[in-house]
């Protein structure tokens, strides 16, 4: 009897917010006063994302496949990095399964944008929206996210093989 191997992983990003950079989030880009600083478009939601892929299959991390000192991934849209994410887990031959992921941000309020932010990840992953859960949420006013001086993001996956 042939079973179906699944394996779940776990990412975490964060970013700092300055003046002068655009938004991106979940792929979308976000009308706000600032934006999140990093080598690629710092998508904290989508580099977390990469990050979890990347650990279930057993592939390291998005710094080892997409390092911040190669010039080919500077100012990169992250949805390139997580396409690319998807392909090298399906060269080990696993598919995604779904994903499970929560931004922690105090601005701006990301409930309306969410459907949008899932179909956009759904297509770039190949998958059906409904396996792509995001949550948003505060800290409360407290930490370096309630000083609104970062955006950080968790994601949990599940991946098949």
């Not at 009897?1 to 979308?28: A, P, S």
């Not at 990347?54 to 990169?76: Q, S, W």
């Amino acid at each position: 009897m042939q079973y179906m191997k699944i394996r779940v992983g776990f990412g975490f990003d964060v970013h700092r917010l300055v003046e002068g950079r655009e938004l991106w989030l979940g792929g979308i880009r976000l009308e706000h006063e600032k934006g999140l600083l990093g080598h690629s478009d710092a998508d904290v939601l989508i580099h977390a994302i990469c990050d979890a892929l990347l650990g279930a299959a057993h592939m390291r991390d998005i710094g080892y496949h997409f390092p911040d000192t190669a010039d080919e991934f500077e100012n990169v849209d992250s949805k390139i990095l997580l396409k690319k994410t998807v392909q090298l887990i399906a060269e080990k031959g696993y598919t995604v399964g779904n994903v499970d992921a929560t931004v922690c941000a105090e601005r701006p309020k990301l409930k309306a944008h969410i459907p949008v932010m899932q179909q956009t990840l759904a297509r770039v992953m190949g998958i059906d929206e409904e396996d792509v859960s995001i949550k948003a949420t505060t800290t409360e006013r407290l930490g370096f996210t309630g000083r609104e001086e970062g955006i950080s993001a968790y994601a949990v996956v599940l991946i098949q093989k």
